[in-house]
């Protein structure tokens, strides 16, 4: 008899649980998911032990991250570090960062502010500068690092230039559909899309990624005879969602498609 969907849900909440509060090894949780997985192909109760233990893997590596987080590590004032720019600042310097390295022993992704001229995503700069209350990372000094920029980032600014051309000043809106860039959204236009209930078209979601993998699938099926539109799919889908950078909800919604 299979367990009701309740317990699962209460086993993995408690894995969640146990992986944040104890904190429980990643490794060993993940080690532990797949060994009562496979015994669990026939036992139900290994099962609801793998899936706490999938809650506790989850919890520890969130745990992990957290502990580890420069937002939380970095007092306000001076701060020193290497930055890889993950997409291309907006016309006020808003951007987002990876920490490649800080003297604190740090890592994670921070909001920064810096001079947009010139600047591309995907650079890796040795910044300094100061952090504010708001845990902005504001640059004022920064040396870019003759690192060559992945294909991904190329793309996403040749893909980002098109979208200006083509749409002006509604280009902001489009950014955000499909590519999930908001920097330079209006805050009128945010409240607009809050106020009518469509918030979350400006955010990547599984809805975007299904739209691309339908399209990719459907004109497949309709112009091409000898391609198999359900392989051709599932592959242009997971290319968008490496051109994303791999969010949450789009990487889930790869997967799921793919499993289909």
């Known amino acids: 008899m299979r ?20 904190p429980l090894p990643p490794l060993f949780c993940f080690a532990s998911v797949v ?54 600042p907006g016309r006020n310097g808003a951007a987002k960062a990876r920490i490649v390295f800080a003297p604190e022993g740090c ?50 600014d040749a893909v980002r230039a098109r979208v200006v051309a083509l749409y002006g000043n509604r280009a902001p809106i489009v950014e955000a559909m499909i590519l999930g860039r908001r920097h330079d959204l209006q805050s009128s236009t945010r409240d607009a899309f809050v106020a009518s209930g469509l918030a979350h078209l400006l955010a990547i979601s599984g809805l975007h990624v299904g739209i691309v993998a339908a399209l990719v699938t459907i004109g497949l099926r309709r112009f091409s005879r000898g391609a198999k539109p359900w392989a051709w799919g599932a592959g242009l889908t997971w290319c968008y969602v490496v051109l994303l950078g791999f969010p949450t909800p789009a990487t889930r919604a790869a997967l799921f498609i793919t499993v289909a």
């Open 107 to 156: 890592a994670g992704t921070v909001r920064v502010r810096i001079d947009p001229d010139g600047m591309q995503s995907g650079v890796t700069l040795v910044a300094v500068g100061v952090v504010r209350g708001r845990g902005v990372f504001r640059i004022d000094h920064a040396r870019r690092l003759r690192i060559r920029r992945p294909l991904r980032f190329v793309i996403r």
């Open 35 to 88: 060994g009562f997985a496979i015994v669990g192909a026939r036992r139900w109760s290994a099962l609801l032990v793998a899936c706490f233990f999938a809650g506790a893997f989850s919890g520890a590596v969130a745990h992990l991250k957290e502990s580890s987080d420069c937002r939380l590590a970095w007092q306000p004032g001076n701060h020193a570090a290497v930055v890889k720019i993950l997409d291309a």
């Open 3 to 22: 367990p009701p969907v309740s317990a699962v849900a209460l086993s993995f909440a408690a894995g969640i649980f146990a992986g944040v509060a104890l």
